[in-house]
């Protein structure tokens, strides 16, 4: 396969004017006619114009009304190629596609009776010839004719223009996009499908129509999905001034798609599981992450479609900075608090662990083999935290500044992330040079901290010093730009000044950020009566590891003092984290396992805490998991770590079983599911008691587990219910599991948490279950949702088994991954992920997860997909 690299990029030979696409559409075989306007780029470099196009039967061409013969043009597998063409021309193109034999999911494709289509990053070179590449910007107008009664509704970007209906029982719609777009963002969909409606009126007063598509059993699962929608377009033009610019804005859910979402200009088509949801059948996790993901495509429409991305190396520049934009909604709309943990916590347990391994790449890659291997946690997570960084240098108004003049400056074009940092740089006077580092370089950078405090001079010298380690390709690192958010803590909890020896007067806030630029620097405050307890890198503001020694005392007195919530949970973390290994470590040697008082008196004064958020109860009361664990251990000791959480967690159940279960019943009221922080912060609190009592392995417990999941009118307390369910051996784990799948076997959302409870579970049968379910009626490898909740939560989520020291977890995800590889690809390739961090495993697994890679690796026809994360694992 090729490689495409950043520093080939040259602009495209010709451009695009106007597209107009006319679909006959069928499920075997769809007629495309395409007829584009194209001129010669005077920015080109002025070679032949080459058109991409992949599986497609071509049925003629014509240039400037004149049909072409065959020795006028020249084809590949995916180019067509027109050896001469004037200056500006008309180009007709007929095409056939075959939208039911695309089981890859990339261009237009059949889900169950609904067409629909898939077009970033390259899907739509499987549609029609045409130059597909997000710099190549056009006018769109798409009519769509189709059975009437087969396919009622027909949907294409942009505003409704004209309809009607034909004599052979067929009709048609015509839709026309005025914003000039690349071919990444086009859709279409045909189905039969229930529309729920709703309005919104726009800051300048204009009508838009909102429209939610679904299939007619789930009319009633919109609600939540439209009012998400229009506190997102709300927002965005309170806090970014973005305002909708269509008549109609569409969302339409389909059971079949490789990712959570996508933003096609007005016509967002979204995975059923991220925009269905009622109490009865979707968690709080679930209502949580719709609400986030309708609002991420949401605004979109201004990062990415608006101003879009110049080649696919920019990809963070929507992708990262849309991120930040939906995590700092989800905050405003929930709690600021809890959303940043949650968002650090995936963060360091997915992005750092890819950015430690085989496939460590920058925010900005140099280079890729098939551009959907990265659509990355370092393109999306990592890249909002640059930009977040370049939020917290710039002070919010700044940034905003920054962002108008982004927008202002880049309307209708597609850019580079130099050209966002720019914008930011001119709008605030700064020099952003050293900072664009984040974007071309690869690797988690560690901070060590250094504190020292002099009592005579009443000064406290804090070293920073930074390194990054080596990444593929990148041996060498230069110092990065590092925003150190820190505060100082008297004895008593309260905040000291922070005032350095070269100003004047103490800031007056009781956080300061300090700018890292050089590999070490320290930084002398002054006028400190009493040795001051610091706090770094509060609200986590940089992605990096921190290593600061403290014992475990600095570490409890943080968690109950620091005035920052996120430090105060991190430093739960830390505390949890350093004292677990310290036991992995006893269990490795055979000795007695000790669990420090300390840690235990803490974790009660946090439940006992009425004044503390439940929510932020249940987060500094759940332990670290057995991934992170691995991830901090030099060879990770799967088995060790397995039974010291377990201990960890039966001694904390033992040892505050009076608080959980006070607690437990004081937030066990009947009350109206509603989708709200407070509600979900009691639902979260209430089931870490649960969990924690079930782990005192009281029979009682069992049966009030029973009796929640009798009881529930919401899959929140449902589902957390049969999770602890399934982890105890016995008749009555197996009833709860019958009894759930007679209950909602009807509904795919819920099907699907039923496997993967089952996938996740800790009893020995799991591998053997996980094979079982793969020949269940409900599960099909064709559906990338039923292959994500049962093999990938298996692989990735059950590390115990998963690494069982047999290897057949090994074997049995290599074995899926290949029949997968034929089906399709892009979710093949993302199953490979369980075995990133393959070499940090001892020996005897590393030779087994080698075996299983060299197998796949070793396969027939391969797709480009897994061939690249293949064999980059195995350089
Ligand atoms: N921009 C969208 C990316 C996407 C995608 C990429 C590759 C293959 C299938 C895909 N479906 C959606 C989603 C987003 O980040 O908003
Ligand atoms: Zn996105």
Redesign the pocket.
């Known amino acids: 396969p090729q490689i495409t690299r950043l520093d080939d990029y040259r602009a495209p030979d010709y451009l695009i004017d106007t597209v107009s696409l006319e679909f006959e559409l069928d499920a075997s075989e769809t007629r495309v006619s395409s007829k584009l306007k194209m001129r010669r780029n005077p920015e080109g470099q002025g070679g032949p114009c080459i058109l991409n196009g992949e599986y497609l039967t071509l049925v003629s061409i014509a240039l400037d009304g004149k049909t072409l013969a065959g020795n006028e043009y020249q084809r590949t597998t995916d180019t067509l190629l027109l050896p001469q063409v004037p200056a500006s021309f008309e180009l007709e193109v007929v095409t056939l596609i075959h939208p039911d034999q695309n089981t890859a999911l ?1 261009g237009l494709y059949h889900s169950g009776a609904i067409l629909c289509t ?1 077009c ?2 390259e899907g739509f070179r499987r549609i029609t010839y045409y130059p597909d590449r997000p710099d190549v910007m056009a006018v769109f107008t798409v009519t769509l004719i189709a059975d009437a009664k087969k396919w009622p509704m027909l949907l294409a970007n942009g505003n409704r223009q004209a309809s009607g209906e034909m004599e052979d029982g067929r009709h048609w719609v015509r839709w026309h996009d005025p914003h000039p777009k690349p071919s990444y963002l086009f859709a279409l969909v045909a189905g039969d499908l229930y529309c729920q409606q709703d309005q919104f009126t726009t800051m300048s007063g204009r009508q838009v129509l909102l429209e939610i598509y679904v299939d007619p059993e789930n009319h009633n699962k919109c609600d939540h999905a439209l009012n998400s929608l229009k506190q997102a377009m709300r927002w965005d033009e309170d806090v970014y001034g973005r305002e909708y610019d269509l008549d109609v804005f569409m969302i339409v859910a389909v059971n079949d ?7 096609n200009k007005g016509l967002n088509i979204f995975n059923a599981a991220c925009v269905l949801a009622s109490p009865e059948t979707a968690t709080d996790a679930d209502f949580y992450t719709i609400q986030s993901i309708v609002g ?2 949401y605004f ?1 429409n201004w990062s990415g479609n608006r101003v879009t991305c110049r080649d696919w190396f920019q990809l963070s520049l929507k ?1 990262g900075f ?1 991120v930040l934009r939906d995590q700092q909604f989800s905050a405003d709309m929930n709690s600021a608090a809890v959303q940043r943990i949650d968002d650090v916590d995936q963060l360091r347990s997915m992005q750092f662990a890819e950015d430690a391994g085989p496939m460590a790449h920058p925010v900005r890659p140099d280079s890729y083999i098939e551009i ?1 291997n990265f ?1 990355t946690v370092t393109i ?1 997570e990592k890249g909002a935290e640059v930009v977040g960084m370049l939020k917290t240098l710039t002070g919010p108004e700044g940034f905003r500044k920054g962002t108008d003049l982004y927008f202002s400056r880049h309307d209708g074009q597609a850019v580079t992330t130099d050209d966002f940092v720019k914008a930011i740089e001119d709008a605030n006077q700064l020099d952003l040079t050293q900072f664009k580092r984040w974007y071309s370089q690869a690797g988690t950078p560690v901070l060590i901290v250094e504190a020292h405090y002099d009592a005579d001079k009443q000064v406290l010298e804090l070293t920073l010093r930074q390194s990054c380690p080596a990444t593929p390709g990148q041996p060498e690192k230069q110092p990065f730009v590092i925003p150190v958010a820190m505060g100082l803590l008297s004895s008593s909890g309260a905040s000291l000044p922070l005032q350095l020896d070269t100003e004047t007067s103490a800031v007056d806030a009781e956080t300061r950020v300090l700018t890292l630029t050089e590999q070490s620097q320290t930084f002398r405050f002054i006028h400190l009566t009493e040795e001051p307890v610091v706090s770094v890198l509060r609200g986590f503001s940089a992605p990096v590891k921190v290593k600061f020694e403290r014992d475990n005392e600095t570490l409890a007195f943080l968690m109950a003092h620091d005035r920052d919530s996120f430090n105060r949970w991190d430093a739960g973390q830390q505390l949890l984290i350093q004292i677990m290994l310290r036991m992995v470590e006893q269990y490795q040697s055979d000795k007695t396992l000790d669990l420090p008082e300390i840690l235990l008196d803490r974790l009660q004064h946090v439940l006992d805490d009425p004044s503390i958020d439940p929510a932020l109860v249940a987060r500094m009361l759940s332990l670290p998991s057995e991934n992170y664990l691995a991830a901090q251990m030099t060879i990770a000791d799967v088995d060790a770590i397995h039974a010291v959480r377990k201990y960890v967690k039966q001694q904390i159940a033992q040892r505050l079983k009076a608080g959980f279960n006070t607690r437990y019943q004081a937030l066990n009221q009947a009350q109206v599911y509603e989708f709200n922080a407070s509600q979900m912060a009691q639902r979260s609190l209430k089931n870490v008691c649960l969990g924690y009592l079930m782990a005192t392995g009281d029979p009682m417990q069992t049966q009030r587990c029973l009796k929640q999941m009798k009881q529930a009118d919401n899959m929140t307390d449902l589902l957390a219910g049969l999770r602890l369910m399934v982890d105890q051996p016995g008749p009555e784990r197996e009833h709860a599991l019958r009894a759930f799948y007679e209950q909602w076997q009807h509904d795919r959302q819920v099907v699907d948490k039923w496997l993967t409870v089952q996938a996740v579970s800790d009893l020995p049968d799991a591998l053997f279950r996980v094979k079982a379910l793969l020949k269940h009626p409900a599960f099909s490898m064709k559906n990338p949702n039923n292959v994500r909740a049962l093999i990938g939560q298996f692989c990735r989520n059950n590390p115990v088994h998963f690494h069982a020291k047999d290897g057949s977890g090994y074997r049995f995800l290599a074995e899926q991954i290949l029949l997968l590889d034929k089906l399709n690809p ?1 979710v093949a390739a993302r199953q490979l992920g369980a075995f990133n961090s393959w070499r940090r495993y001892d020996a005897e697994r590393q030779a087994l997860m080698k075996k299983s890679l060299s197998d796949i690796a070793g396969a027939q026809d391969l797709s480009a997909d897994v061939y690249e994360i293949v064999n980059k694992y195995l350089a």
């Not at 798609?257 to 933003?263: D, I, K, P, Q, T």
């Open positions: 990339e898939q970033e990053a798609f490789n990712m959570g979402a996508m933003e991420h495509e979109h992708e849309t959907s659509y999306y892009q």
